[in-house]
């Protein structure tokens, strides 16, 4: 069985999709730490196992992969919004209220959302990209 160990520094997230991956390949999966920084995968198996390594690789290249198709459609979304206004998003969050919008808090909910989910998605495939691989 195989044993996924994070190093003292590790920053993972519960998604629920990655969980059942990692429990289907009989791998552990680590609650997350609620700690930003440098993550380092370590997987230890009885007989090492490339393929083990490279099924974990593979779904945080896949996650990575939706979080920047979700960051083009979210970037596409708040475009529309700041081209109707003439405001780029960061000022819309700061300076305005659903009063300044033609379409009152409906519009305003939407674009503040957009942005929220924005925000949400850089962070998360910055923690992916500064992902580390220990090298056997």
């Keep these: 069985m195989y044993d996924f160990v994070p190093s003292s520094d590790v920053v993972l997230y519960p998604w629920a999709t990655e969980r059942k991956f990692f429990e289907e390949k009989g791998l552990a999966f680590s609650e997350p730490k609620k700690r ?74 939407e674009w503040a959302g957009e942005y929220r989910i924005l925000q949400k998605l850089k962070e998360d495939l910055e923690r992916l990209e500064a992902v580390e691989y220990a090298d056997f």
Excluded: C, H
């Design 36 to 109: 930003i920084g440098m993550a380092k995968i370590e997987i230890r198996a009885s007989n090492f196992n490339y393929e083990a390594l490279q099924l974990v690789r593979g779904a945080i290249e896949s996650k990575m992969a939706r979080i920047r198709l979700g960051l083009e459609i979210t970037r596409k979304k708040l475009a529309k919004f700041e081209a109707k206004y003439q405001v780029p998003s960061e000022k819309f969050i700061s300076e305005m209220a659903a009063e300044d919008l033609f379409e009152g808090d409906m519009e305003y909910v």
